[in-house]
């Protein structure tokens, strides 16, 4: 009974900023943890961001200092604001939820049991 969804992608431009939003139902965020992920085609799945039990964020080395999670204060939407866009940054991000995760899964994308239907991030150069 868990829904998923995304929503912010767009086409910007190398150096621009983008806002994504999650919204997840049916779901308690302080047992648990959300995140985002992001594909590129042909590459796998890669870890990008994640607040573990509504409290605690983990961010992606590659897009450490440039992008940012947060949740609002009623836990059910959570958002990515990413800044200093790159080509290298253009992917479908998804946005995931995993109950019960402990803090050493919170990077791996199997551990997380539902998941949005992504939405796509264009970064010109």
């Known amino acids: 009974q868990v829904q998923v969804a995304e929503s912010g992608g767009g086409l910007v431009q190398a150096g621009g900023s983008l806002r994504l939003s999650c919204s997840i139902s049916g779901f308690t965020f302080r047992s648990g943890a959300m995140g985002w992920f992001r594909q590129a085609p042909g590459k796998e799945r890669e870890f990008v961001a994640t607040?573990?039990?509504?409290?605690?964020?983990y961010v992606a080395d590659s897009v450490k200092g440039r992008f940012t999670i947060s949740r609002d204060n009623a836990g059910q939407t959570v958002i990515l604001q990413m800044n200093s866009l790159k080509a290298e940054d253009t992917a479908v991000y998804y946005c995931?939820?995993?109950?019960?995760?402990?803090?050493?899964?919170?990077?791996?994308?199997?551990?997380?049991?539902?998941w949005g239907q992504g939405t796509q991030v264009t970064v010109s150069s």
């Open positions: 995931a939820a995993g109950p019960g995760l402990i803090t050493s899964s919170l990077r791996n994308a199997g551990a997380y049991r539902y």
């Open positions: 607040i573990h039990r509504g409290a605690s964020t």
